[in-house]
């Protein structure tokens, strides 16, 4: 999940999250984050630039805020262009990835293939009519899994849900359950729906797009849940999310989708900020949902819950399911996963160019400074450009611009509308790329 960050990027008025709470059945208090503007563009409480590379879904210093998550450590802040009295908090959850009977390139669970060298589950279990949250449920949970974590150096300190990627023993998760296990080498432990425990290792893990695959050998004989493509999604459409909220393990709640292409950034500080272009649903969402799946209703995977707001303000009130949540896309999954698999990390495109986050503009994304020796400066943007479309779609500020971008791989070539002196140009640019 850790990316690189410059020097010339520190947040200029960082503030630290709350510590999360021990493990309960009841689940952790939450302290909300920052709070944003209305529709249409964002209010971040500061203006913080874009680092060096500036990319697609994370990598940029994001508004800062406290949240606590539930059982986590290094919990990021929430911030979403929506309603101006709502903030937005990280649910815990958690999964794995990782495969003992596959060409190994690394460290265990590594596969040289990447998805295509790991049997996933790419056909929908529930075709024609015979479809219902019941008949999901039925498919889904064998397939779901809850993740405990050492946090702090308490074992099991950490808790939160996961999905199993295929049938050499990959799980999927948000990278926030497992990062201070996975930065401590402390335990993390795949439970599944009969309540068996089974060690786990992590394959890598992206702090940008907020994911991580786990892995143990010892699951090989759970099923694969089938995965979807939420580009085929629509609004209204019924949903079905799944996990461990509070706790509760194999809980099973479902909702619409509510909007789609939502900007949600995540992130106390430039290393632990990560940029989603959200599927936002009304299924309810708790602490401990994060890393499980959300399902359509053929039985297939199409996104990864990871975040909820709540009504709380400041750095007090309440936390918990209001109807507002939001879900990692699976085609970001599916890339995340496969780079992970590969190599042990991730990759996020980046551009050379500090942007800025804060403020109240809504018509565009102004450009502060241009790094040297960077796809922003060969393609001739310059400092103050307004950033205003990127492929034809309209960008209201910089925390949009950022998510654009990370919609996108390194090395594609998009466009951006720019407005300059009055005039406005074409000007593309080819995506490099950073880990994170």
Do not use: C
Not at 33 to 57: E, F, K, M
Not at 71 to 76: E, F, H, K, L, T
Not at 263 to 290: E, M
Not at 412 to 424: C, M, P
Request: hydrophobic share 35%.
């Amino acid at each position: 999940m850790t990316h690189p960050q410059d020097d010339d990027t520190e947040p200029t008025q960082p503030i630290r999250p709350a510590q999360p709470s021990p493990q309960s059945d009841a689940g952790a208090s939450w302290l909300p984050p920052v709070h944003q503007s209305p529709p249409g563009g964002w209010a971040a409480a500061d203006t913080r630039p874009l680092p060096p590379y500036a990319g697609t879904y994370g990598g940029a210093p994001a508004p800062s805020g406290a949240v606590q998550r539930t059982q986590r450590s290094s919990v990021p802040g929430w911030l979403w262009p929506g309603v101006a009295a709502l903030a937005l908090l990280l649910g815990v959850v958690g999964g794995a990835v990782g495969s003992a009977l596959v060409e190994s390139t690394g460290g265990p669970g590594s596969v040289s293939g990447g998805l295509d060298g790991v049997e996933t589950n790419n056909t929908p279990p529930l075709t024609g009519s015979n479809r219902s949250v019941v008949r999901v449920a039925d498919q889904l949970l064998p397939s779901t899994v809850q993740i405990v974590a050492e946090y702090e150096g308490q074992a099991g300190g950490a808790t939160g849900s996961g999905f199993v990627l295929d049938k050499q023993g990959h799980v999927v998760t948000n990278n926030h359950v497992v990062a201070d296990a996975a930065s401590d080498k402390g335990e993390i432990e795949i439970v599944d729906q009969d309540g068996e425990h089974y060690a786990a290792t992590v394959v890598g893990r992206s702090a940008v797009y907020d994911l991580a695959v786990l892995y143990s050998e010892d699951i090989v004989g759970l099923p694969p849940a089938a995965l979807g493509a939420s580009k085929r999604l629509s609004v209204g459409e019924p949903v079905v999310a799944f996990g461990s909220p509070l706790g509760l393990s194999s809980t099973v709640t479902s909702g619409i989708v509510s909007a789609l292409n939502r900007p949600v950034t995540t992130g106390d500080s430039a290393n632990d900020s990560s940029y989603i272009n959200a599927v936002q649903t009304d299924a309810a969402i708790n602490p401990g949902n994060s890393g499980g799946p959300l399902v359509n209703l053929r039985g297939q995977v199409v996104g990864v819950n990871s975040a909820i707001a709540t009504t709380g303000g400041g750095l007090g009130g309440e936390a918990g399911n209001i109807g507002v949540g939001f879900a990692i896309p699976i085609e970001q999954v599916r890339i995340t996963a496969d780079q992970i698999l590969r190599t042990g990390e991730a990759r996020y495109p980046v551009i050379g160019a500090k942007v800025q986050t804060g403020g109240n503009d809504t018509d565009g994304a102004r450009i502060d400074e241009i790094m040297p020796d960077t796809p922003a400066e060969s393609s001739g943007l310059s400092e103050g450009d307004v950033v205003v479309a990127v492929n034809g779609q309209r960008v209201t500020d910089g925390i949009a611009l950022i998510v654009a971008i990370r919609t996108y791989q390194p090395g594609e070539t998009i466009e951006f509308t720019v407005r300059r002196d009055g005039e406005t140009r074409t000007v593309s640019v080819t995506l490099d790329s950073e880990v994170g």
